[in-house]
């Protein structure tokens, strides 16, 4: 017996972001990041992503003393996951920003999931979001 | 307003189906205003990509049905039952929805080609924030003829 997928075959697929900001990653900084109102009837779906993003994100120092504890050079290790973003990392330094990455998933829930499969960079100046480094 | 016509109960139609019921004197321009985004923003894109979506690809119904299938069917919703394959609940669902200058499109979230746009407007999820800004699309319109 044979059985035949009629349906889009699907994989999990995962984006790795990385977040620069003045302070704590506020909701009102957030949505004028992404550019809606908190009446928009959108707000639910960003609101659901800012909280993933505060449960999945992480000092960019803690994050690579995890999985490259060998290494201290932080600037290669970002320059190697974030292609064209170490400058950042350098202004962020000097200006006393902080830098945070994590990783989405698309096996949570359909916001994440969402978020994680698309494509985009956004900048404020407030907040620098990367989620460009989309793996399917 | 959308309607998803993947109900497994009723035996028809596929996850990525959908009729979408709109103003016809509705743009992209009234959607994206209606989902209060700011211009030039992401969410501004993701609208327009929603809108995409749902309605630029859509086959309009009535159109379709006034054209080529007016003679063979005698009123638009034996037209959806035969040939769209609709149950009756759904066609109801239309029927009472659907106002006299209102656009039916019928189309897959898959047409325009954007996936992961596609997949997220017909998701639970996607399709309640959707049907959010159809709402107030409809409020604007009423608020419009008072």
């Known amino acids: 017996m044979v059985k035949i997928r009629t349906d889009f075959v699907t994989n999990s697929s995962s984006t790795s972001f990385i977040l620069i900001t003045d302070g704590d990653l506020e909701k009102m900084d957030f949505f004028n990041l992404v550019g809606i109102t908190e009446e928009s009837p959108l707000s639910p779906v960003f609101e659901a992503l800012l909280d993933c993003l505060r449960a999945k994100m992480v000092s960019v120092s803690e994050y690579y003393e995890w999985r490259h504890a060998q290494s201290n050079d932080l600037e290669t290790l970002v320059k190697e996951k974030f292609p064209g973003v170490e400058q950042k990392l350098v202004e962020a330094r000097e200006k006393g920003r902080k830098v945070f990455v994590g990783d989405l998933s698309s096996e949570e829930n359909e916001i994440e999931s969402f978020f994680c499969c698309d494509s985009f960079e956004l900048e404020n100046e407030k907040i620098y979001f990367n989620a460009l480094r989309c793996r399917w | 307003m959308i309607v998803r016509i993947d109900d497994k109960d009723k035996g028809f139609g596929t996850k990525d189906e959908y009729f979408v019921i709109l103003n016809r004197g509705c743009r992209k321009s009234d959607f994206i205003r209606a989902a209060r985004v700011v211009a030039g923003s992401y969410a501004e894109e993701l609208m327009e990509r929603i809108y995409d979506c749902l309605v630029t690809y859509a086959v309009d119904i009535r159109e379709e049905y006034q054209k080529y299938y007016s003679d063979e069917y005698p009123d638009l919703e ?23 200058g209102d656009f039916l499109g019928y189309g897959s979230v898959y047409s325009g080609g954007d996936y992961v746009i596609g997949q997220f407007t017909i998701s639970d999820t996607g399709l309640k924030m959707v049907n959010r800004v159809f709402d107030k699309l409809q409020e604007a319109d009423g608020e419009d003829q008072n």
């Open chain 2, 78 to 100: 034996t037209f959806l039952y035969w040939k769209y394959d609709v149950d009756r609940a759904t066609i109801a669902e239309i029927m009472e929805n659907l106002k006299a």
